[in-house]
């Protein structure tokens, strides 16, 4: 038990713990808390941290597994970490940071992850060379709304974004500044400046695309108001939001994102207050509930829920459960993801799913993973590798195809323009920007493809396209903190139906095909491949390197 104000001294703290060369750990515990108050800052509160030593016992590395508030029953938390570089030994703490209350922990427990981590984890790095089964005659289910991407850095060009043929694009928050709704406007009978969203939606429109509108901040004229508890003009701002783009479009495939990030904090006073919640949790859900109301009233067909949790944050489950508690209207769960290896992205959804399941307010919402990446630190250029070049693309592919297999409903990369994470940087088509022209070309109605179980690395998605062309997508995907050899594959996969006479076409992102990463000047999708299948069972090989992807086209 801890209770007191301690000033980021742990409370309690494990010895030094020798790490066993596992590269990826899962850190698993229970936390209890009872009156945790937020401290000086935002992010004071109890926290269980794991840090990284050197032999020689000099701090390599921090990271902190959980910040959390407020009272709450028992609840179980499980984390995976990367090993640093350089790391021997590890330690677990547990403190409150410059805040009061009580917490309790028990059963904390570390173990090192198998050696082979791609797709999913294993003690068996799999075989040389792996054989695929394509049968087409067999629909096993509908792709679904996998194309997704983020315009929170396009500004004005969606010349991009049309290019990217997405299903479905996310745009900032409407009440940030991008928007400058509430700002001077040029009509002067007009409550609000519509101008520059009316824009954005119809380009997205234009596109086919579905929206996804982040109903988001609080503008500085409510700010006061909803401090205290007065929601009358926010709920006049979302029930005119809706009502707008419901007279204007058919809006009943669109979804209405309450918020983003709201346990994630920044400093009191910090220059971008608008950015995430101020208040506590039980506020947070009294807001939503106030904005659900308001727009349901607007336009009570809409598809509307929320809340855009960081990936490790401890409301979203305790979210799931106050709506299911109260019959709050729950359409879909948002979420958010950086990094993480995908088969354990689809044991998350899993566990999403089945706390949705647990009432019937919120049993049949959607899950929408609404901003992910791969890979999780940003602002060190030599890291976008991870974030931008093949080993993007690699992943992205790997991890929809558990996507799909968890029951994800639709997914959003983060994002299009950047620097960083950007599937365009600097003018140039990335690597990771392929991936959306293979799933364009792959085809929509998901058939049956068997082979490669037990592998750790590769996956494979097969569909027909609108004119029941099959196409075969196979990712090798080798995780950051997978340390063995970067051994070839051999991938032959076998057209069950009887195509003879159609050509095909291989088209290939690696370290060399299509990767304006490494060369600008192979940015575009390319063709490493050509034949024609010349009779039934006819197979098509490939060599693949980690961290590429194939996609194999009947013409």
């Not at 380009?203 to 500085?220: E, L, M, N, Q």
């Not at 009502?243 to 971008?272: I, L, Q």
């Not at 365009?424 to 082979?451: C, H, K, W």
């Not at 159609?502 to 299509?514: E, F, G, N, P, Q």
């Amino acid at each position: 038990m801890v209770s007191s104000d301690s000033i980021g001294v742990p409370r309690w703290e494990s010895d030094y713990i020798e790490l066993d060369g596992s590269k990826l750990l899962e850190i698993s515990a229970w936390l209890k808390t009872d009156g945790v108050t937020v401290g000086e800052n935002l992010w004071n509160k109890v926290v269980i941290r794991s840090s990284f030593y050197s032999g020689a016992r000099n701090k390599l590395y921090d990271h902190d597994l959980l910040r959390d508030e407020g009272s709450h029953d028992w609840m179980s938390h499980v984390r995976t970490v990367s090993v640093p570089n350089g790391a021997v030994y590890m330690k677990l703490s547990f403190y409150l940071a410059k805040s009061s209350g009580s917490a309790w922990l028990d059963d904390i427990s570390v173990r090192g992850l198998p050696k082979y981590v791609g797709r999913t984890l294993s003690d068996n790095p799999g075989r040389a060379e792996i054989d695929i089964e394509v049968d087409a005659s067999k629909v096993v289910g509908d792709i679904g709304n996998v194309n997704g991407i983020s315009y929170e850095r396009a500004k004005e060009n969606f010349a991009g974004i049309s290019g990217l043929r997405p299903t479905i694009v996310r745009i900032p928050p409407v009440a940030s500044h991008h928007y400058h709704l509430f700002e001077e406007k040029n009509n002067k009978s007009s409550r609000y400046n519509w101008a520059i969203l009316d824009r954005d939606l119809a380009s997205i429109v234009k596109t086919g695309a579905v929206p996804f509108v982040s109903i988001g901040w609080v503008p500085d004229e409510f700010k006061q108001a909803v401090a205290e508890k007065d929601y009358s003009g926010w709920n006049g701002f979302v029930r005119d939001l809706v009502a707008r783009y419901s007279k204007k479009y058919d809006v009943s495939g669109w979804y209405w994102n309450f918020w983003n990030e709201p346990s994630v904090y920044r400093a009191r006073g910090a220059t971008n207050q608008r950015v995430n919640w101020f208040g506590t949790e039980d506020e947070f859900h009294a807001f939503y509930s106030q904005t659900v109301d308001a727009a349901l009233a607007a336009n009570p067909t809409i598809r509307i829920g929320g809340a855009g949790f960081a990936m490790n944050s401890p409301w979203l489950y305790r979210f799931i459960e106050w709506c299911g508690r109260n019959g709050k209207r729950l359409d879909f769960v948002s979420w958010h993801s950086y990094g993480e290896v995908p088969s354990l992205l689809g044991r998350k959804a899993a566990r999403i799913r089945e706390t949705l399941r647990k009432y019937p307010a919120t049993a049949g919402a959607e899950l929408v993973l609404d901003e992910w990446n791969s890979y999780s630190e940003g602002g060190d250029a030599s890291k976008r590798f991870y974030r931008r070049g093949s080993y993007a693309a690699a992943h992205r592919v790997s991890a929809i195809g558990e996507l799909i297999a968890a029951g994800v409903d639709a997914n959003i990369w983060f994002n299009t323009y950047d620097a960083e994470y950007g599937v365009y940087a600097d003018g140039v088509r990335q690597p990771v920007y392929n991936t959306f022209e293979m799933l364009s070309r792959l085809g929509g109605r998901r058939i049956r493809a068997v082979g490669g179980e037990g592998d750790p690395y590769v996956g494979v998605l097969a569909a027909l396209d609108d004119s029941g062309r099959p196409g075969v997508l196979v990712s090798y995907f080798k995780h950051v903190s997978d340390g063995a050899a970067d051994n070839e594959k051999i991938v032959n996969v076998r057209l069950r139906e009887s195509l003879s006479g159609h050509a095909y076409v291989v088209y290939m992102i690696d370290d060399v095909h299509s990767n304006g990463f490494a060369d600008a000047k192979r940015q575009q999708l390319e063709i490493v491949q050509k034949g024609v299948i010349t009779a039934p069972d006819s197979v098509v090989s490939v060599r693949l390197r980690p961290n590429s992807v194939v996609l194999i086209k009947s013409e």
